[in-house]
């Protein structure tokens, strides 16, 4: 994958739980082109409109608690979800989402900073991330260098492949 | 070192192990189910490794879709079958097991000072028995089936000290709901959470694994209670052989980040209003709040002792009228128990419906969903927006006595205040 994204910003605030980004009642469902029809519909039922062309999904703490279900990051990332940065994430989520390559980032202070329709900037390598509406700048620390493997290499099966054959 | 880093330092081939290291660690058991299961079916195939790592290590069980109520989640249980038949692994199909959380160490897959991996998020229940438990996704689940390994950054850990004793109708799920009250859903981010005191030393497995099964609800990483007699007489007969629990105890001089210290005695019955788990208030304090259906059961409260309590208070009663009262047996095994205790029959002349051992409306995937406007009080681990079904409904959280207790007057109970047959 790029390590350099752009792309507009739709921002949620805290706490957001997979139970919200996909309920239950769509688990069923194996087509992740399917389930990013339902992406976070419970708060805004348009979402996966505004999210096609890609975005940046920008939230507060504890960004994906509740549930393990990976259909939860697929969606987004089937939606249109390039990135998401948050205050802080629930752990499973956090690595599900790297584990299907959909970059996350911990930000302190960006939900604070950004506003959905905020055009913003991600370098995953250098660990920067921009505002380049509001002119506002962050160094996060940067992710260790196996995940950014991962995610470099598209996702933990793709990274695993990888690993497995050089064996 | 605590109990936690001691698990991880063993799987891990190393003596000493601190909070924020990565480590490799060696996996005891993964589980899977049926709505986490075929996505790791389909990864695994993907890495093109032939066979699990260890086809005694791996279970599967069939539970929350259960019985298929669509033909996609037949195609799912499906899925599962072939591969657990295919990889020769122990499945726990539709009628022979229950919640993967309380099959799993019924079954004797449990074994404390293990590692264990589940991709489903409450798999930090098995910490009330001394295991080291944490859920993951479907593609990390495929990642172990195919190398047996994981890796895991050591967690800080929180010290959830617990004195006291409980007054009548109050429980570990009122506990587990003021800790989290007080803490906050992202109170233990990251962490472990090591329940320890009086009150924990005193309390069964059934309350023990209430406990650790929400403690991924205040997102810890895990929760543990060190083993001691209570958890080897509950695994004894279970567990081909069961470790010494001596090296599994937290050394005083152990690191924490900080110990948090809750006393019971006062305690009152508890309850999470929507949509939150942490929202959390005395149940004595909602006010009159109106309710179309009661559930009792779930990989939280669905145990013998969640039944035996429930009945109690629903004991020559009526379900309210406009009242629908689900009751779930956690697994078979307890089903069974509470036939032969005579508590399905309490349940039925009641006027509540007992369902199959499954996760039932939990998750609202399956059975037992709302209606937008309408309310659920149920002994289930979440509230969030939708959860049950309609995002326009609510969902409480309480103790089984307190869900009783509202289901016989229609209206959220203290379960104190209505006169029980002991």
């Known amino acids: 994958m790029n390590m350099k994204i752009k792309g507009p910003a739709i921002k949620f605030g805290n706490n957001i739980d997979t139970d919200v980004i996909l309920p239950g009642k769509y688990l069923i469902l194996v087509d992740p082109y399917e389930l990013a029809k339902h992406a976070l519909e419970s708060l805004d039922t348009s979402f996966p409109e505004k999210a096609k062309n890609g975005i940046i999904l920008v939230g507060g703490k504890n960004f994906g608690c509740g549930s393990s279900r990976e259909q939860a990051p697929l969606a987004l990332k089937y939606a249109g979800v390039k990135c998401v940065l948050a205050e802080s994430f629930a752990r499973i989520f956090f690595r599900n989402a790297i584990n299907i390559g959909l970059p996350v980032i911990e930000c302190k202070g960006i939900s604070a900073a950004v506003e959905t329709g905020d055009e913003l900037a991600v370098d995953f390598e250098a660990g920067k991330i921009e505002n380049i509406s509001k002119g506002k700048k962050f160094q996060v620390d940067k992710l260790p260098p196996f995940i950014i493997e991962i995610l470099v290499d598209g996702g933990l099966i793709e990274n695993l492949r990888g690993r497995l054959s050089k064996k | ?422």
């Open chain 2, 1 to 422: 070192m605590n109990i936690t880093e001691k698990i991880l330092a063993k799987a891990s081939g190393k003596d000493v192990v601190h909070p924020g290291e990565i480590v490799d660690a060696n996996v005891d058991m993964i589980m899977v189910h049926d709505l986490t299961g075929p996505l790791a079916v389909e990864a695994f195939k993907k890495i093109g490794v032939q066979k699990v790592w260890d086809n005694k290590k791996a279970v599967v069980v069939l539970d929350h879709q259960v019985p298929a109520e669509s033909v996609k989640a037949a195609e799912l249980h499906k899925t599962m079958r072939q591969f657990a038949k295919d990889q020769k692994l122990q499945i726990y199909d539709i009628g022979r097991g229950g919640i993967c959380h309380q099959v799993m160490p019924e079954k004797g897959h449990v074994v404390p000072g293990t590692v264990i991996v589940g991709a489903d998020s409450h798999t930090c229940t098995y910490g009330a028995f001394g295991a080291f438990a944490t859920g993951i996704g479907s593609t990390e689940a495929a990642a172990v089936f195919a190398t047996g390994k994981i890796w895991l950054k050591v967690p800080e850990a929180v010290k959830i000290k617990v004195t006291g004793q409980f007054q009548k109708f109050v429980t570990p799920k009122d506990l587990i709901l003021s800790i989290i009250g007080r803490m906050s859903v992202d109170g233990a981010i990251y962490e472990s959470a090591e329940f320890t005191g009086p009150t924990i030393e005193g309390m069964s497995i059934a309350g023990r694994m209430t406990l650790c099964n929400m403690a991924v609800e205040m997102g810890a990483k895990n929760g543990i209670i060190e083993p001691d007699e209570t958890t080897r007489n509950f695994l004894e007969g279970r567990v081909k052989t069961l470790p010494n629990f001596d090296s599994l105890k937290s050394d005083k001089d152990a690191h924490y980040a900080r110990t948090v210290k809750f006393n019971v005695s006062t305690m009152e019955p508890q309850i999470a209003c929507p949509s939150s788990v942490d929202n959390v208030k005395p149940v004595s304090k909602v006010g009159t709040v109106p309710i179309e259906q009661a559930f009792i059961g779930s990989c939280t409260n669905g145990r013998i002792e969640d039944l035996r309590l429930a009945a109690q208070v629903l004991k020559g009663k009526l379900v309210k009228d406009g009242v629908r009262a689900l009751v779930i047996p956690a697994s078979q095994e307890v089903y069974k128990q509470a036939l032969n205790e005579g508590l399905i029959e309490i349940f039925s002349d009641a006027g509540a419906i007992v369902c199959g051992s499954a996760c039932g409306p939990c998750l609202g995937g399956h059975i037992g969903l709302l209606a937008a406007g309408e309310a659920c009080v149920s002994t289930s681990n979440r509230n969030f927006i939708g959860r049950m079904g309609s995002t326009q409904a609510s969902v409480y959280l309480a103790s089984p006595a307190t869900v009783a207790a509202s289901a016989v007057t229609g209206q959220i109970t203290d379960p104190r205040t209505i006169e029980a047959k002991t």
